[in-house]
């Protein structure tokens, strides 16, 4: 039946709250799966994004480390709800394998932060912009926000993994040294990215910025400020501290050849 003149516009207006509930919930609901999940730094919630709070999460999809526990609601392990189908993934971080059972949509960077309580890479854009959620993976550098979980079978190395024997990787120094940060927001995934940086200039892979004779020689590339700069372009620092980030690839660089 249509309805129309005032009582139509009365039952409209009192549509109008439930309609952007649902809608609210529903965005809640995606914010639990992968991408939209989490918040940044130490989960705190994102506005805008529909991501909960983490703790809450955990709640609706329950996993545990061991991967032997089910859903909340007791009907067995790996049941798929209505989050979503689920696999069991075996992750290798930082040394540690860890069995997981994970909603097929979560990202690397949310099992990372979410599952397995690793909050160094961090969550900026979520979209593959920023880099602070930048890992290596296999030795090479990624952008954890955009690789699910399930597809990740080579070793993962955080920020946290970087230290040796109690002391920290010469990167990792050197941005100390250099203070090389400001509310440090950006640094773990600066410090993978420049991990990565000094393999690949190490194995002489050129980047945009190498001349043509240069990158066509053997041995490794010449770090140069602007190779530097080049290489580590998709890391986006909010603060500014671009100078000394430079300075402290550049003295780890000397440090490393020496
Ligand atoms: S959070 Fe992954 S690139 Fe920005
Ligand atoms: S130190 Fe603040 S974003 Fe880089």
């Not at 995606?30 to 994102?46: F, L, N, R, T, Y």
């Not at 809450?56 to 526990?69: F, L, M, Y």
């Not at 194995?203 to 066509?216: D, I, K, L, M």
Request: charged letters at 25%; proline letters at 5%; one cysteine or more.
């Amino acid at each position: 039946m249509r309805v129309r003149g005032r009582e139509g516009a009365a039952r409209v207006q009192n549509a109008g709250p439930t309609r952007r509930t649902v809608g609210r919930l529903s965005l809640e609901r995606v914010g639990s799966g992968a991408a939209a999940g989490g918040g940044a730094a130490g989960g705190e919630s994102k506005p805008g994004t529909g991501a909960r709070d983490p703790r809450h999460r955990r709640k609706a999809n329950t996993v545990d480390r061991e991967g032997t526990a089910g859903r909340d609601d007791g009907r067995g392990e790996g049941r798929d709800g209505p989050e979503g189908p689920t696999s069991s993934v075996t992750l290798r971080v930082n040394g540690t394998v860890h069995a997981l059972r994970l909603d097929n949509r979560t990202t690397l960077l949310d099992a990372l932060r979410e599952h397995l309580d690793l909050t160094g890479a961090k969550k900026g854009c979520d979209h593959g912009q920023c880099g602070a959620c930048t890992v290596l993976v296999g030795g090479r550098r990624v952008n954890s926000c955009l690789l699910l979980a399930v597809a990740c079978d080579e070793p993962v190395t955080t920020v946290e993994g970087l230290a040796r024997d109690g002391r920290l990787h010469p990167l990792q120094e050197a941005f100390v040294a250099r203070d090389a940060l400001q509310c440090g927001y950006c640094t773990p995934g600066q410090i993978c990215s420049a991990v990565a940086l000094l393999d690949e200039a190490a194995a002489g892979h050129p980047s945009h910025v190498t001349p043509p004779h240069a990158a066509r020689a053997e041995g490794a590339a010449d770090l140069t400020r602007d190779e530097i700069r080049e290489r580590m372009s998709g890391n986006l620092c909010r603060c500014g501290a671009y100078p000394h980030i430079v300075d402290a690839v550049a003295d780890a660089h000397r440090e490393t050849v020496r």
